[in-house]
């Protein structure tokens, strides 16, 4: 069963303009959140986490946004710029360091 | 500071055989994390270890296994090997155990059974 979901598999934005990606979750365990970035045939990399006790937190041109009675948390990248594209993963986890993750969303930005 | 290490980067072996993969997370880190990534399954949880004890298990074989040394440092070890575990296996370094961590992960190493 797929604990964390990635519905979109691909988006395509415009440089300068603003990249939303979307990320649900099923198990009310979690209370940890991370988005990372991803090349091919490279290890993930770190970009931002969310606490379940908040509802935003910002890093730059990053954002997240977790709506937990919703089970939804999103990744707001403004602006976009093409060296953003890549391979953006959510991941989940309760106790413990076990990451559970999304399927992942191709992120294309268009200059 | 360095990052996560993993050694080697491409691995080759014939099915049957046994594979070892070493991972030296970022100093300071306790704990260390193995992830299996293929085109179908995405990024799945081998399992964790924290002050080398292993404190988490996914589902995997038996054939999957791991250790932790007194460094930190980690191995992990895929034994009689299969087509399907061709993949790219990814460390990942973490400074607590515990929720509220971020982890850091290595290049990965990505191992070819043929």
């Known amino acids: 069963d797929q604990q964390v979901k990635q519905n979109s598999p691909s988006l395509s934005v415009q440089e300068g303009r603003i990249s939303i990606l979307n990320c649900d979750y099923t198990n009310s365990m979690f209370d940890y959140f991370l988005w990372y970035k991803k090349y091919p045939a490279e290890g993930p990399t770190f970009l931002i986490s969310i606490s379940s006790i908040k509802d935003k937190n910002e890093d730059g041109r990053f954002t997240v946004f977790l709506n937990k009675s919703a089970k939804h948390l999103s990744l707001h990248i403004v602006p976009s710029q093409p060296g953003d594209s890549a391979v953006y993963f959510c991941a989940a986890s309760g106790w413990g360091n076990k990451l559970v993750f999304g399927a992942g969303t191709i992120l294309r930005v268009k200059s | 500071k360095a990052g996560v290490t993993q050694t080697p980067r491409y691995l080759i072996k014939t099915r049957g055989q046994q594979v070892t993969l070493s991972c030296s997370p970022i100093?300071?880190?306790?704990?260390v994390s193995w992830y299996q990534q293929t085109p179908g399954q995405g990024l799945q949880f081998l399992f964790e270890?924290?002050?080398?004890?292993?404190?988490n298990k996914g589902n995997f074989p038996g054939r999957f296994s791991g250790r932790q040394f007194s460094n930190s440092r980690s191995e992990m070890n895929v034994s009689t090997l299969e087509l399907g575990d061709s993949a790219l296996y990814l460390c990942a370094s973490s400074f607590e155990q515990g929720t509220g961590t971020e982890a850091f992960f290595g290049q990965g190493t990505r191992l070819t059974v043929v």
């Open positions: 100093s300071g880190h306790r704990s």
């Open positions: 270890y924290f002050s080398e004890t292993q404190r």
